[in-house]
C-alpha cells in the first residue's frame, strides 16, 4: 500500500477521534434523536449560511445515489462527466437508488462540464420516448484534482434551471476546492445555484461520515423515506453526528484540506519540473496526475513506491495527498523521481 | 429516553472502543484490503467452526436488506413473522435491494414462524403467475424477544429445502440468543440449516458494525457487487472489521450478552409476579413486553420512566436491556411498578 | 380446455373485429396521435361523464401495475385483499413497476375490503421505520365474483382519503359489476371516490385492451413517461384503440357483460339447489365458486367436463362465463351434475 | 402525417388480418397454452435451424428491455451504439427491466458497432467498483439504416466472449436487413454468436408482434417469470403468436421487406444523384437519411410533404419506406425533390 495511493488510506484526524469518544458516554436516543445529530443541522446551516437540511451517510457512493435519487425521476437522466465517480466507481448505486435513472456521461477538459457542452447535450424533454432531462453532477474537486470556480457552476447552474434541471455536487473533496478557491461554503454551493451538495468528511479526517444537504428544504420533502429505505439511518446515528460536528469546528476541515493541497502543490511542482513528466491535469486540490515514461515507472518502484496508473483514464499516474501526509515521505518520492529522471 | 427504549440507545463497550483507536494508527489499505479486514474472516470462520465468507454492513436494515438480495429474485417471495423487522421496521429496504420481491407475512406464536406455518404457505413454484417462492427470513433473538431453539431451526431448514427456498436469519440480537440457548453459534446456523446469517454487533457493544456471513461460498457469488452497490462497502472499512473483530474476541461478545439477558430476566420475573402484570411474550433473551393497566403506566411513568407501548404489536409495552444496563436502573423501575401495582 | 376454465379463453365479438379491420386501411400516425387514439379520451369522458385521461394498454397485469405506480411510490404501501389479483397473480408486476411498493394484504369476506379493516390495518405514516400508506386497491367485480357496491366503495373512499390514500379499481370485469349493480360507471367509480381505474376489455370481447382512466388528471402527471418506459405504448396505438372505441359504442360492452352474468346466475342457481353442492361466494357477476364432493369432481369430469379447484383460494371450483357462453354448454354442464349429485 | 414517416404508420398485411380472424374462432387456452402459441415454437426453430424458445410481446421496447433483462444483471454493463433505439427512444425501459443495468453508449461508423472499439471499451471485469461488463446490443438493420455482415456480427461475438459478454440483436427490422444481405437467419443470428434476438414483425407487417428469440435455452433458465412480471404475458397469446405464424408463412415476411427496401433504394439513388443532397447513411434496408439544404425542406413541404429533421441525429432527414409504400408516392416525392434541386 503506497502511502499516496488515496485520501481513503487515511486514518481520523485526532478532534475526529475525541469527538466518538466524547459522544460514547452514556445512552443517548437513536436514529437521530441525539444531541449531536440535532446540532449537526444548525451547525452545517451556520457554515453554508442558510437553513439547510441534512442527512447523514457513511458511504460516498451511498450518499451520492441517495441524492441523486431526491433530484432524479426513475426515467430521468443524470448529466454527469465520463470520469466522474458516479459514473464509474459506484458500480450501479446511483442506478439503484434512483430506481433506473440513466447516466449520461460528457466529455470535458480537465474533469470539468461546461455550461456550453452542457447545453448542446441535453434534448428531448417532454417526449415520451426519451429518458427525461432531470439532474447535472458535478464533483467538487472533481476527479482530475481540478477545481471548479464558482463563475463557472453559476453558468452551469443557469443552463441547468433553463432545461428544468437540478444541480448535485459530489463534495467528496469539498474541502480542498473550498482551499483552492478561497471562497465560502456558501459562494460554492447555494449562491452558485447547487440544489443538494454530497459533503464528504471520510476522505479529510473523519472515520466515515458524508452529509447530504439540502439547500432547498422543499426537494427533500419525502427524502426521510429514501434515506431510510437505503440502509443509511443508522441507529447510533449520533457517532456519524458527531464526527462532523467535530470535523466543522475549530477550522479542523479547512486545517486538514489545507495540508493535504500544501503537499500536492509540493509534489506536482517538482515532479512537473523534472525532465520527462508531465502534468496530466493540472493540480488544483490534493490529486497530482502524471504521465510518466514507462522506465521511469519501473525504476521508481523499484525504489519501493507503488504506482498504479490504472486510476481514472488509465493512462496517467495519480498521487494522492491527504491531512496526514509526510512532508519527509513526500519528498522521498520526489529523490526517487528526481534520481531517475535526471 | 428511558433507558430501557432499545439496546442501540448504548454506547459503545470499551473493548470495542479501544478497537477503533488501535486501528486508527497510520495509513491502511482501503476497501478490505487492510488488515483488520483480511483477519475478520478467518476470526468469524474460527467462530462458526466452517469456512465462512463476510460482509460488513454498518446498519441492521442494510444488512437484511443485502442478505435477502443474495437469496431471492426480483420475482420472488420472502416468507416472515408478520411482526418481523424486515416487515415491518425497515421502509421497505428489502424490496429496494431484492428488486422488488414480495415478502409474505405469516402469523406465528410468540413471534417465531414454524415448519408447518411455513409448509401450509408456500405454493406457486413455477406458475408463471405467482411470485415465485425463494427465502425463508427468521430472527434470532425474534422481535418478541423468543428464541429458536436449534431444532426448530432444522424444521424450518427441512421444510424450506423441500420447496426449494434459502434460509436467512437476522441476528440483530444473535449473541443474546446464543447465550439463552448454551448452544454454538455453528449448531444455531449452518448445522441447523441457515444459508445466510446477518451478524449484528451494533446492539451489543459496538458502534455500527453488522455482518453478512455466507455458510456457502457459492450463494455469494456475485455478492461483492450487490454489496458496492448498496453503499455498504466502506472505503475505511478497517474501522467496522476492528470493531468485530474485538465483538468477537475474549468473550466480549456473550459477556455483554450475558449481562443484558441476566437484566431482563431479573425485570421480567418481578414485573411477572405483580398483580396486574402479565408477560405478553416469554422473555428468552433481553427483551421484556409486558401488558399493563393503563393507570399503571400512568403512575410509572409520573415517576419519571418512559414507558412506550407502540412498539411491535401496539398491545404491549418493551423494556430492552443491554450491555450496559445497570442493575441499580432496574431496581427503580421495579420499585416504581410495585408502589403502583401493590 | 373446459369452456368455463376462465373468460379469457374467449374470442374478440364481431364488432371489435370490425373495428380492428376497419383500423386497418391505411397509414396512420403512431404512438397514439391517429384518429381512434385521439377518440378514445372523448368518448370514455362521455362514458364516465367527466374529463378522463386514458392511456391504453394490452395485458391486465401491465394496465393494474402502471397504475399502481402512479400512485405509490417506491416506500409506499398497497392494501388490498390477500385474494386479489395483484397480490396473487401477477408474478410481482406491481412490485417491478413500482420500483419495490410493498403489498399488505388483507383478509375480507367474499373476497371484499371494508372500509372498518382498512382503518385498522393503516398505521405508521410519516414514521421514517415504516413503509408509507399510499394506496387502496380494489377489484370490480372482485375474484370471488362479488361486486362492490358504491356505498361500500364510497365508504372505503372516505376512510383512505382520511389516511392519505389514493383508490385504486381494478376493473377487469368493470362491466360485469355494472351490469349488477345498474349504477352508471361513473357512479362505481369518481363519484363514489375512486382515483384510478383500470378499465379491462379484453375479458369481455376484446383481443387485448385495457385503459387505465384517471379521474383526476393532476395524478397523471407525468404518467406517460412510467406508460412509455414500460412498454406499453404502442406504435400501431390504433388497434388497442379501435378495440375500445368499438367495444364501448351501441351497447356492446354492456351486451357482453348481460349475457355473461346471465350464464353465470343460470348456473349459480341451479348448481345451489342440488344436494351436496354449495356456493363458495355468492355469484354476483360471471364467476361461479363451488364447494364440491370430490366423488361428484371425478364423475363430472368422467363426462368431459374439466374441473379446477386450485383456482383462488384452492377449496372451491371456479366456472367464468362470458359474452359468448352458450346456454346449450350450461346445460350439459348442469345436466352432467344433476345425473350425478341426485 | 407523411407516409414515409416510419414503418410503424402502416397497417397490417392481409395475411395477418387473416390469421387473426382465422384464430378468432371459438374458445382457446390461454396465457400460451392455445395451438398458435404451442405451433410458434416449431416455426421458429424451423425458420432458424435449431431449436429456440420464444416468448411474445408487443412491443420492440418491451422485446428489447426483456432479452436484456435476461442477459444483464442488475449491476451490469450493456454496450450500444450511441443512437441506439434501446438507448435513445425507449424512455429508460431496459434500466426498469433490468433493475439498473447502465447502458454505454459508444460511437460507430453509419451506426454501426465494431469489434475493436468494443475491445477498447471493456474493462473493469472483476473489480467491485465498477458496474459489470455483460451484453453488447446491436441493431439489425441498425437505426441510421446500415446493416451488419455476418461476420461483422461474428467479430463482436468473438470480442464479446473473449470479455464474458453476451450478444444481444434488436431485430425490429430483422427481415429487412435478410433481405439485403441474402443470408439464412440462422447466418444472421446464431451462426455468427448471437445470444438473444428480439425478432420484430410489427414494422413490417403485424399489427402488434415481436417475439424475444432464445438460441441457448440455459439463458432463459427463469425468463418466464421476467415475462409475465413485465406484463407481456397476454391472456390471450394466440392473437400475437397467430400474427407471427402467419407472418413467417409463405414469404410473406420476405416478401413484405423485398418491397420495403426496393421503395427505399429507388428513392435513395434517386435522391444522391440529385445535386446539394448527399446520403447521410448508405441506404442498405428501408431507410434513407438525407442531408437537404434548408431551403429544399421548405420547398418541398410546400408541396406538401412532411419532412421531419429530427430523427437520429438532428441532422438528416429520415424517409422510412415499407411493406404498403406505393411507387407513386415515391415518385411523387422524387418530383418534389428534382423540381426544387434543378
Not at 148 to 166: C, F, N, Q, V
Given at each position: ?90 458500480c450501479g448505486a446511483p442506478e439503484l437508488f434512483t430506481g433506473g435513472a440513466k ?240
Open positions: 500500500m503506497t502511502k499516496f495511493a488515496s485520501d481513503n488510506v487515511t486514518p481520523a484526524c485526532p478532534e475526529v477521534v475525541e469527538a466518538i469518544i466524547e459522544a460514547n458516554a452514556g445512552s443517548a436516543a437513536s436514529y437521530g434523536d441525539d444531541a449531536w445529530s440535532l446540532k449537526l443541522r444548525g451547525n452545517l446551516s451556520d457554515v453554508f449560511e442558510t437553513d439547510v437540511l441534512v442527512f447523514p451517510a457513511v458511504t460516498g457512493t451511498a450518499a451520492n445515489a441517495l441524492a441523486l435519487s431526491a433530484l432524479t425521476p426513475p426515467y430521468g437522466k443524470i448529466y454527469c462527466h465520463e470520469l466522474s465517480h458516479i459514473n464509474t466507481d459506484e447516466l449520461i456521461p460528457m466529455p470535458g477538459d480537465n474533469g470539468k462540464l461546461t455550461a456550453g457542452k452542457l447545453a448542446a447535450t441535453v434534448y428531448g424533454r417532454g417526449n415520451v420516448h426519451h429518458a427525461q432531462p432531470a439532474t447535472v453532477s458535478i464533483a467538487q474537486s472533481c476527479e482530475t484534482g481540478a477545481v471548479y470556480r464558482p463563475d463557472e457552476i453559476a453558468a452551469l447552474s443557469a443552463t441547468a434551471r433553463e432545461h428544468g434541471l437540478k444541480l448535485h455536487m459530489d463534495g467528496a473533496r469539498f474541502t480542498n476546492a473550498l482551499v483552492t478557491l478561497g471562497a465560502s461554503p456558501a459562494e460554492v454551493t447555494w449562491k452558485s445555484g447547487v440544489d443538494v451538495l454530497t459533503f464528504g468528511g471520510t476522505k479529510n479526517g473523519c472515520f466515515a461520515a458524508e452529509a447530504i444537504v439540502f439547500f432547498d428544504p422543499q426537494t427533500a420533502n419525502t427524502f426521510e423515506f429514501l434515506h431510510k429505505r437505503s440502509g443509511q439511518l443508522l441507529s447510533k446515528a449520533r457517532f456519524v453526528s458527531a464526527q462532523l460536528n467535530a470535523y466543522i469546528s475549530n477550522d479542523v476541515w479547512y486545517r486538514n484540506a489545507r495540508h493535504a493541497n500544501a503537499m500536492a502543490k509540493r509534489l506536482s511542482d517538482a515532479l512537473a519540473a523534472l525532465p520527462g513528466i508531465e502534468l496530466a491535469y493540472p493540480t488544483e486540490a490534493n490529486e497530482v496526475f502524471v504521465r510518466l515514461p514507462s522506465h521511469i515507472v519501473d525504476k521508481v518502484q523499484g525504489d519501493g513506491f507503488e504506482i498504479n496508473e490504472e486510476e481514472l483514464d488509465g493512462t496517467a499516474a495519480r498521487f494522492v495527498t491527504a491531512w496526514n501526509t509526510e512532508i519527509g515521505d513526500v519528498d522521498s518520492l520526489l529523490a526517487s523521481f528526481s534520481k531517475h529522471c535526471n
